[in-house]
């Protein structure tokens, strides 16, 4: 199954909707049936028929179709948030006395989940630097039920190794999940490498428009039937038609949005070397990263994020220097059509070593524009 047929054609069903170009947003909470049997065989097969839009829907199934054979897993859920595809994700994998083996310094509420949440249930976690797989293979117990990835991080983007920590994983009964938020399936298919399952905040690269929030979680049918019948339908994480169908809407140009930001990404990067007000760059293409033979063989293609380290560390200054910039907005996330700076200045105090630090997501302006945006501001430094 070819990306553009899943893309454009998957799951349509155009003859059931009037033979519209655009399938329709189903904004209903409620769905009917005309005979008691028919209701009774919906309710017994919730997972894929439409009883009540907490659990199912039509136009968020069709999301969850093309989601899944774009990640080449058998099923997804679609959820409200990046944040509730962690949790649900998390959960639904271990019980009261188990043990987590996590990347160390995952995303902000992954972090919270397993330091903060899960304690209180007796779940544990150990964090470890995952560019060893041996840091993994020493971390484990054996109440180890679950191993957390996140390949490339959204800060400093160390990768871990796929294909060989799921092999470890797979040889002592524990699942692997991975955020791979970073990338999409266009850049890495961590199915592909024996992840058990994958997760996404959808609201960047997927829906790329800045104007949803949401969560996705792809793996086996058997895994996501039973987070759908247990966490998912629980915890009430649903997403709405409406962001369902805009998340269609978006994935239809998915494709030529990641080429423009990673081209121009690449053209931004060529400038920031010759600079001499950069200390460093991290970039999981860089010819200086330590692991980017690894980030050649797992990732198919660059991306639109990277820090830099100023060596000026003047707080007053890195500020000034962000609020000159014109093309970029000081912001979270990435993945939109906007290119956005997020200083490490307003999460640290001001003498913390990373205080010079800056992530850049490149959106989709026009390279010379970026440039030239550049180029004017960092004289300021």
């Excluded at 160390?158 to 294909?163: H, K, N, R, S």
């Excluded at 470890?168 to 199915?191: E, H």
């Excluded at 999460?347 to 302006?365: H, T, W």
Aim: with cysteine.
């Amino acid at each position: 199954m070819n990306q553009s047929f899943i893309l454009n054609q998957l799951a349509e069903d155009r003859e059931n909707y009037f033979h519209a170009v655009a399938p329709p947003i189903i904004q209903t909470s409620n769905f009917a049936y005309p005979t008691v049997d028919e209701f009774k065989f919906a309710i017994e097969n919730e997972k894929d028929e439409h009883i009540y839009t907490r659990g199912n829907n039509p136009t968020v199934k069709m999301l969850c179709q093309k989601m899944a054979a774009l990640e080449g897993s058998e099923d997804c859920l679609m959820v409200g948030s990046g944040a509730a595809a962690i949790s649900n994700a998390v959960i639904s994998q271990v019980n009261a006395g188990e043990h987590i083996v996590s990347v160390k310094n995952p995303y902000t509420w992954a972090n919270h989940l397993m330091t903060k949440i899960l304690p209180r249930f007796n779940v544990q976690a150990t964090f470890v630097d995952g560019t060893d797989v041996e840091n993994f293979i020493k971390a484990c117990k054996p109440e180890t039920k679950l191993i957390y990835l996140e390949s490339p991080n959204s800060w400093t983007f160390e990768l871990q190794d796929l294909g060989q920590i799921a092999a470890f994983a797979k040889s002592r009964g524990i699942t692997t999940v991975i955020d791979n938020s970073y990338c999409t399936a266009l850049c890495q298919r961590p199915i592909d490498f024996g992840i058990d399952l994958v997760i996404y905040s959808a609201t960047k690269y997927y829906n790329g428009h800045s104007d949803v929030v949401a969560g996705a979680i792809c793996g086996s049918k058997e895994k996501i039937t039973q987070i759908f019948h247990n966490e998912f339908m629980t915890f009430g994480n649903i997403l709405a038609p409406q962001n369902a169908w805009l998340m269609l809407r978006s994935l239809r140009t998915l494709p030529i949005r990641l080429k423009q930001s990673s081209e121009t990404t690449l053209k931004v990067l060529d400038y920031l070397r010759n600079s001499d007000k950069i200390e460093r760059i991290w970039y999981p293409f860089s010819e200086e990263n330590p692991q980017i033979e690894l980030a050649k063989r797992q990732m198919k293609m660059p991306m639109g994020m990277f820090t830099i380290a100023l060596k000026n560390r003047n707080i007053s200054t890195i500020k000034k220097f962000c609020e000159s910039l014109q093309n970029f907005l000081i912001a979270v996330s990435w993945g939109g059509h906007e290119s956005l700076i997020m200083p490490k200045c307003a999460f640290v105090e001001a003498n913390d070593p990373q205080v010079s630090m800056l992530r850049f997501y490149i959106g989709l302006e026009e390279a010379s524009t970026i440039l030239e945006d550049l180029d004017k501001n960092l004289a300021i430094l």
